[in-house]
T-cell receptor, first 111, second 113 residues
Framework: GESVGLHLPTLSVQEGDNSIINCAYS??????FIWYKQESGKGPQFIID?????DKRQGQRVTVLLNKTVKHLSLQIAATQPGDSAVYFC??????????FGKGTMLLVSP | DVKVTQSSRYLVKRTGEKVFLECVQD?????MFWYRQDPGLGLRLIYF???????EKGDIPEGYSVSREKKERFSLILESASTNQTSMYLC????????????FGSGTRLTVV
């Protein structure tokens, strides 16, 4: 979703639920996408990536889906845990080895 | 454990001061980046560097400069700090063709009063 003012879009889930975080990207020529997780007081950390010649990639408890037709990326987290609470960013490779980041979504996991 | 280290976690500076933010990486990465992160605006690229002594402007370079005299170190300079430069500053590094994107530092929260 879009951020409004100073507030991040927030997804609140219960522990054990599956979470889906969405991202719309802007450049149809982007060929590489990454999801990052940023915990409070820390820098963003790599979670999973996907290249544009794929539409799905799975990691440990995480899956990234890419829909190039509508320029949409999603991150699915299975069996969400309190330790998954963080801000999640998508990023696209916009050329020259630089990444363009989305504004982020805050995931809150309740025990 | 490989890392990107930012010299300060928190800084408070006065308007008009010259401010140096330091970043060091131990991964022999060619590329280094400075971003600022503000609520609702996400990460915005200030400057980046592909090699020693090389620098490129990002999306918001105004009011900033950078220095890269050694491969492992990339410094961000605020020539005359202003209150609108109060922000979280994130340094990152990467290697061309890396399949893990950037490695980020923990950030420096700068407050200009």
């Amino acid at each position: 979703g879009e951020s409004v003012g100073l507030h991040l879009p927030t997804l609140s889930v219960q522990e054990g639920d599956n979470s889906i975080i969405n991202c719309a990207y802007s450049n149809s020529a982007s060929d590489y996408f990454i999801w990052y997780k940023q915990e409070s007081g820390k820098g963003p950390q790599f979670i999973i990536d996907i290249r544009s010649n794929m539409d799905k990639r799975q990691g440990q408890r995480v899956t990234v889906l890419l829909n190039k037709t509508v320029k949409h990326l999603s991150l699915q987290i299975a069996a969400t845990q309190p330790g998954d609470s963080a801000v999640y960013f998508c990023a696209e490779n916009s050329g020259y080895s630089t990444l363009t980041f989305g504004k982020g979504t805050m995931l809150l996991v309740s025990p | 454990d490989v890392k990107v280290t930012q010299s300060s976690r928190y800084l408070v500076k006065r308007t008009g001061e010259k401010v140096f933010l330091e970043c060091v990486q131990d991964m022999d990465h060619e590329n280094m980046f400075w971003y600022r992160q503000d609520p609702g605006l996400g990460l915005r690229l200030i400057y980046f560097s592909y090699d020693v002594k090389m620098k490129e402007k990002g999306d918001i370079p105004e009011g900033y400069s950078v220095s890269r005299e050694k491969k492992e170190r990339f410094s961000l300079i605020l020539e005359s700090a202003s209150t609108n430069q109060t922000s979280m500053y994130l340094c990152a590094s990467s290697s061309p063709g890396s399949n893990r994107g950037y490695t980020f530092g923990s950030g420096t929260r700068l407050t200009v009063v």
